[in-house]
């Protein structure tokens, strides 16, 4: 297969770049960073367009592991939240629709849809309701898909993917909790000590 990682020097697109590779898959990395890498294309941060990627490759995959994956950064620039969230999401399509309709697209989502659930575990369908411009931006990017799938036949997929950690990755609680660690006997946190997370 040929996969297109938008997003492919983040923490978790360079971790699908890695893991397809190893499979043999041909793997075209996309993302804001200079690489010189072979099979890379960098894309221009403010204005997306994804036609002339679409044109040169067939691609049988896109992922989109880009975009902004932080509540607080939604909060205080919601407009550039939603420009990385949902209108680089429209675009991927608009390309996929226009130069490979048989492209399937994968696209990161979040757990922030469903804001605070009502039932645990959460169950995918489960009530959603944002608490952020980050989870709704994020639910808007999901209504997008289904959107391109009923009237375009599109082949869409969204993971709610949340709390993800692994090697790589240098932000968020584990990373925190290991650079406050190395230099404190006490690691301090906030909360009262009753909250429970789940990381994947």
């Not at 397809?20 to 890379?40: K, P, R």
């Not at 367009?49 to 896109?62: A, T």
């Not at 009237?151 to 969204?158: D, E, G, R, Y």
């Amino acid at each position: 297969m040929t996969i297109l990682i938008i997003g492919s020097k983040g923490f978790v697109g360079s971790h699908c770049s890695s893991y397809f590779t190893a499979l043999n898959h041909t793997v075209v990395g996309c993302d804001v960073i200079d690489s010189q890498e072979e099979n890379y294309c960098k894309i221009d941060s403010i204005q997306f367009d994804f036609s002339g990627l679409f044109k040169k490759y067939k691609f049988d995959v896109c992922i989109n592991a880009a975009g902004s994956a932080n509540v607080a950064y939604s909060y205080e620039f919601p407009e550039k939240d939603f420009e990385l969230n949902v209108s680089l999401v429209i675009n991927l399509l608009g390309a996929i629709k226009t130069n490979s309709p048989n492209c399937k697209f994968i696209n990161f989502s979040s757990a922030a849809v469903y804001g605070n659930p009502k039932v645990l575990p959460i169950k995918e369908d489960a009530e959603t309701s944002p608490l952020s411009p980050y989870g709704y931006h994020k639910m808007l990017s999901e209504n997008l898909l289904l959107e391109y799938h009923r009237f375009f036949k599109l082949q869409t997929c969204s993971l709610r993917v949340f709390s993800a950690y692994g090697p790589g990755l240098k932000k968020q609680l584990f990373w925190d909790i290991f650079q406050k660690s190395k230099t404190n006997n006490n690691v301090r946190l906030f909360g009262t000590g009753n909250e429970s997370r789940d990381f994947i």
